[in-house]
């Protein structure tokens, strides 16, 4: 596909999206180096050593935390297992805890959107959320919870070693980078994963973007600015 291919095609998606303005935030040049370190915590040596499918295997049979208690069935991820992108939200909702898998309904929906329009459809990336395991009546999740549970997801990294991870959400967000930086200070900067050198993009929860459309452009922002990371122009 040529470039004018692509923005004619990108064009037309972010008018389903409902966004009319394109900005290009980081201009060619400017510095968007890593600006955080984020702390990743050990990974059992259980899960260490396995697959995928051992990986999703120990997910679901997982008892670590409170939330198995309430779960339908734990959630363990989507996609493409050779993916260069990573896209990570908060933990399921009541939808993916029915189906069996991350953002579905019409979170789900607009989020693959966006994907689209970034020129990564769905079943090109591989999703999935710090939690693993519903929280009832969508509750925040609690510390103890996401520490019990992250050593699943820094395994999921470990085994796709994404290009780049896109964090949809202030809670993923901040519990991926380790801050209480509100959401909309943390965009538009390219941070790294633990002591890795994988650039993490922040973007809006697409629940968020439903109930607030007016911030739709800002989200394209991110994307673009994903894009450029993994040489998309935007
Ligand atoms: S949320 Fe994570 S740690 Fe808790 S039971 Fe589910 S899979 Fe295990």
Known sequence: MNPDQASVRQQAVLQELGVDVWVRRHPEGEDVSAEVAVRASHVPTDIDAG???????????CTACELHRSRTQAVCGVGNENADWLVIGEAPGADEDRQGEPFVGRA??????????????????????????RPPDN????????????????????????????????IAAQNLLQTD???????????????????????????????????????????????????EQG
């Open 108 to 133: 789900g929906q607009l989020l693959n959107e966006m994907l689209r329009a970034a020129g990564r459809p769905r079943e090109h990336v591989y999703i999935a959320n710090i939690l693993k395991c």
């Open 181 to 231: 930086t509100p959401i909309g200070k943390m965009r538009g900067r390219i941070y790294s994963y633990g002591d890795t050198d994988i650039p993490v993009v922040v973007t809006y929860h697409p629940a968020y973007l439903l109930r607030s459309p007016g911030q739709k452009r800002k989200a394209w922002e991110d994307l673009q600015l994903a894009m450029g990371v993994t040489g």
């Open 139 to 170: 509750r925040d999740p609690k510390p103890e919870e996401v520490e019990c549970c992250m050593p699943f997801l820094q395994r999921q990294i470990a085994l796709l070693q994404p290009k780049l991870i896109l964090v949809v959400g202030r």
């Open 51 to 61: 697959d995928w499918s051992a990986l999703n295997q120990t997910i679901r049979a």
